[in-house]
């Protein structure tokens, strides 16, 4: 099936990432001027940011057992205001530990309804099976795309406004998914194939957590997808806290954070399409050793502006290719009827990994004064999770059909 012949849900889902993913990977250029305002360490922010992503993949099983039930269209429709409410309190409030509750509660509640696991559960329903891993990498290219766009305009507000201005824009960038959502249909008929999988699987949700659980597989997939979190989270939170203590200027930051970005867009199609045509265990184990290779090389090497863009790109390439495979593993393994209450699961293992990763990158430097030994921890976890997708029993679950 050709990009241009999915179903108009698709190119809404895009839209949607675009705005929610690219609004939350710009939150890394906020830490020092959001500080300096507090007056507080790097940890505090790191914290807050650390919540708002354990909270993002709380959230998610719960959001996508509604969505699963009431349909994708409300649930991003509430998270969108829920979003734009969290980053509207963060610019005005006067006391730092509010940032926990808006920046953290709220904004991860309303990222949680507006990501991945909402948009890429509606996909599964209107798109063939034998092309989904496409789909979703297609899909999950549009936040790369949005990270690439809103990273440089975010610094360009910072430069020519001030953070809290910067903010209330972005709040107000989320009335744009509270419209996308008011188009979205899942009862789509231009896949019947589709729709008559969903009809004939007559499995309760109970049913398929119990499947899922009793997999082991399923918990392999959580703890790959754990080390990914890790890796994101600690790279967009302190990459340019990390350049800046390298002595290279903010907007080196920003481009390499681009360069993450928009080389994303073409790696998450790759890594997707890739996943359609080879198996899904494999394509991943390839894409966590070039993980390793990419952040060995670069916490080795000089760093200059040079190599911040160079790894920027490389990372990039990889950065989330990984949510194409593993979505693709969960659907190709229990299918569509479930998918983002599964997929919301192994999304909050995810989310525990960003948390830490974000934290820990942040205790770590007020502790030690560096970030040289958790980046070496980033090059070891990345080999392990290479390993770990090796042995995941990837066949699709038999279900006896229904009378």
Same mark, same amino acid.
């Given at each position: 099936?050709?990009?241009?012949?999915?179903?108009?849900?698709?190119?809404?889902?895009?839209?949607?990432?675009?705005?929610?993913?690219?609004?939350?990977?710009? *939150?890394?250029? /906020?830490?020092?001027?959001?500080? !300096?305002? %507090? $007056?507080?360490? +790097?940890?505090?922010?790191?914290? &807050?940011? #650390?919540?708002?992503?354990?909270?993002?993949?709380? *959230?998610?099983? /719960?959001?996508?057992?509604?969505? !699963?039930? %009431? $349909?994708?269209? +409300?649930?991003?429709?509430?998270? &969108?205001? #829920?979003?734009?409410?969290?980053?509207?309190?963060?610019?005005?409030?006067?006391?730092?530990?509010?940032?926990?509750?808006?920046?953290?509660?709220?904004?991860?509640?309303?990222?949680?309804?507006?990501?991945?696991?909402?948009?890429?559960?509606?996909?599964?329903?209107?798109?063939?099976?034998?092309?989904?891993?496409?789909?979703?990498?297609?899909?999950?290219?549009?936040?790369?795309?949005?990270?690439?766009?809103?990273?440089?305009?975010?610094?360009?507000?910072?430069?020519?406004?001030?953070?809290?201005?910067?903010?209330?824009?972005?709040?107000?960038?989320?009335?744009?998914?509270?419209?996308?959502?008011?188009?979205?249909?899942?009862?789509?008929?231009?896949?019947?194939?589709?729709?008559?999988?969903?009809?004939?699987?007559?499995?309760?949700?109970?049913?398929?957590?119990?499947?899922?659980?009793?997999?082991?597989?399923?918990?392999?997939?959580?703890?790959?997808?754990?080390?990914?979190?890790?890796?994101?989270?600690?790279?967009?939170?302190?990459?340019?806290?990390?350049?800046?203590?390298?002595?290279?200027?903010?907007?080196?930051?920003?481009?390499?954070?681009?360069?993450?970005?928009?080389?994303?867009?073409?790696?998450?199609?790759?890594?997707?399409?890739?996943?359609?045509?080879?198996?899904?265990?494999?394509?991943?184990?390839?894409?966590?050793?070039?993980?390793?290779?990419?952040?060995?090389?670069?916490?080795?090497?000089?760093?200059?502006?040079?190599?911040?863009?160079?790894?920027?790109?490389?990372?990039?390439?990889?950065?989330?290719?990984?949510?194409?495979?593993?979505?693709?593993?969960?659907?190709?393994?229990?299918?569509?009827?479930?998918?983002?209450?599964?997929?919301?699961?192994?999304?909050?293992?995810?989310?525990?990994?960003?948390?830490?990763?974000?934290?820990?990158?942040?205790?770590?430097?007020?502790?030690?004064?560096?970030?040289?030994?958790?980046?070496?921890?980033?090059?070891?976890?990345?080999?392990?999770?290479?390993?770990?997708?090796?042995?995941?029993?990837?066949?699709?679950?038999?279900?006896?059909?229904?009378?």
């Amino acid at each position: 099936m050709s990009i241009f012949r999915f179903p108009i849900l698709v190119w809404l889902g895009i839209a949607t990432l675009i705005f929610s993913l690219g609004i939350r990977q710009s *939150f890394g250029i /906020f830490m020092a001027p959001v500080v !300096d305002t %507090f $007056g507080t360490g +790097r940890e505090f922010f790191s914290l &807050a940011i #650390a919540v708002q992503n354990l909270l993002f993949g709380a *959230f998610q099983p /719960f959001v996508g057992m509604a969505a !699963d039930r %009431f $349909g994708p269209k +409300r649930i991003i429709g509430l998270g &969108a205001v #829920a979003y734009g409410a969290g980053l509207y309190l963060t610019s005005v409030t006067q006391e730092p530990n509010m940032l926990f509750i808006s920046l953290g509660v709220l904004v991860g509640l309303g990222l949680s309804a507006t990501s991945y696991v909402i948009v890429l559960g509606a996909i599964a329903r209107v798109v063939p099976a034998e092309h989904t891993a496409k789909a979703f990498g297609l899909t999950t290219a549009a936040g790369s795309f949005g990270m690439f766009a809103v990273i440089p305009g975010a610094q360009s507000l910072l430069a020519n406004y001030d953070w809290q201005t910067a903010m209330q824009f972005f709040a107000l960038c989320c009335c744009a998914m509270v419209a996308f959502s008011a188009f979205m249909k899942t009862n789509n008929n231009a896949n019947p194939a589709a729709a008559a999988a969903l009809a004939q699987d007559k499995q309760t949700l109970k049913q398929a957590l119990r499947e899922a659980f009793n997999h082991k597989g399923y918990w392999l997939i959580h703890a790959g997808f754990f080390v990914c979190g890790f890796h994101v989270m600690f790279i967009a939170t302190h990459l340019p806290s990390y350049l800046a203590d390298k002595h290279l200027s903010a907007d080196t930051a920003a481009m390499a954070l681009a360069y993450v970005g928009i080389f994303n867009i073409f790696g998450s199609y790759f890594w997707g399409v890739m996943g359609d045509h080879y198996d899904k265990r494999h394509v991943m184990c390839a894409l966590y050793l070039l993980r390793t290779a990419v952040i060995a090389a670069f916490v080795t090497l000089p760093v200059t502006e040079y190599t911040a863009v160079l790894f920027g790109g490389a990372i990039g390439f990889c950065w989330l290719g990984t949510v194409p495979l593993t979505s693709g593993l969960v659907r190709q393994i229990f299918g569509a009827k479930y998918m983002s209450t599964l997929y919301g699961l192994v999304f909050f293992t995810h989310q525990v990994g960003s948390f830490l990763g974000a934290w820990a990158g942040g205790r770590i430097y007020d502790y030690y004064g560096s970030y040289e030994p958790i980046w070496y921890s980033t090059v070891v976890l990345a080999f392990i999770a290479a390993l770990l997708h090796l042995p995941i029993n990837a066949k699709p679950l038999a279900r006896p059909a229904m009378a």
